[in-house]
């Protein structure tokens, strides 16, 4: 006979827990993003503007606020439930509710994968803080100029000894394209016309499935060498670029696409904010639930929300 106990709800909330502390989540979350806790139902971030910069004391101090420009981000309420039959537990089904219990743990972090998906995907139409979309052409803010976050690379014009198309670029083109993404994010001002990334040494590379096998040999020569035709290796010197493949690209659509992020400022391209961290719910033993369907459900909710950071800090790349 079965035990049971080994399938209690507390047996669950530690399957639950177990779950969460061994997996690591998507690791690319925090590169491209910042989290930050909220305590209300929308937060406004004014910091967006730039820092000052140092003058010569003439005058005594002259104190800099925030800019007026800035994004405000509204929580939302999520959930997510499952529901386990008395059936199963009764017939021991322990290794099938594990793996399904360990999947739900999990789902709090693929949410996030998500939203911030659908932010990167939405970037062309969605606007940021400086009223212009995500990734534009003419971004511009006091000082700074028009400048630019959105770039066509001509694969055609690349001094490559190997050429391949647009959804299948060869090792060599996707390597060039990459510096050019690294070399725009190089480029961007604040707006009081300082440079926003001269700092800039780690780079994540977002790819949809088809550019994914071109973008991961691209950067392992990059990092390892040999440098591609024609290219100067002083150019990669003290740089560290990964690579993430992000399948939810390609479910959007994306075949000549992908977006470089500077990933080592304080302030990245995303913004993820939680007023309430996900919580996990029970209707499980002598319930009303389970008098009246003969099984348990499980469920998670909280409250977050996600939006555009600084536009200086990623580059949407689209092969010609």
Request: charged share 20%; with cysteine.
């Amino acid at each position: 006979m079965s035990d049971l106990s080994l399938l209690s709800s507390r047996a669950i909330r530690g399957m639950y827990f177990a779950a969460r502390e061994a997996n690591p989540g998507n690791l690319w979350l925090p590169k491209v993003s910042n989290l930050f806790g909220s305590d209300q139902a929308s937060e406004t971030y004014r910091f967006l503007g730039a820092i000052p910069v140092f003058r010569e004391w003439v005058g005594g101090r002259q104190a800099n606020g925030f800019r007026g420009d800035g994004v405000t981000i509204v929580n939302t309420q999520y959930e997510n439930t499952i529901e386990i039959r008395k059936t199963d537990l009764r017939r021991d089904k322990t290794d099938q509710i594990r793996a399904r219990v360990g999947e739900f743990a999990n789902a709090g972090d693929t949410h996030w994968a998500s939203l911030m998906t659908t932010l990167i995907v939405n970037g062309e139409t969605y606007t940021c803080y400086d009223s212009q979309y995500f990734f534009d052409t003419d971004h511009s803010t006091g000082s700074s100029g028009s400048q630019s976050n959105k770039i066509d690379c001509d694969i055609s014009t690349y001094p490559t000894a190997l050429h391949g198309v647009t959804t299948a670029p060869s090792v060599e083109e996707m390597q060039w394209a990459i510096l050019a993404a690294i070399t725009q994010i190089a480029s961007l001002k604040d707006d009081r016309g300082e440079p926003m990334n001269e700092d800039a040494s780690s780079f994540t590379v977002m790819v949809p499935m088809g550019l994914a096998m071109a973008a991961k040999a691209a950067v392992s020569l990059l990092n390892t060498g040999p440098m591609p035709t024609n290219m100067n290796p002083n150019l990669f010197a003290g740089l560290k670029v990964d690579v993430v493949v992000n399948v939810r690209l390609t479910t959007a659509g994306w075949t000549t696409k992908f977006v470089v992020f500077r990933d080592d400022a304080p302030i990245k391209a995303l913004i993820r904010q939680t007023e309430q961290e996900v919580e996990m719910k029970m209707k499980a033993e002598g319930s009303e639930f389970e008098f009246d369907n003969d099984a348990w459900q499980i469920g998670l909710d909280g409250w977050r929300g996600c939006g555009y950071g600084y536009w200086q800090r990623a580059c949407l790349a689209t092969l010609t």
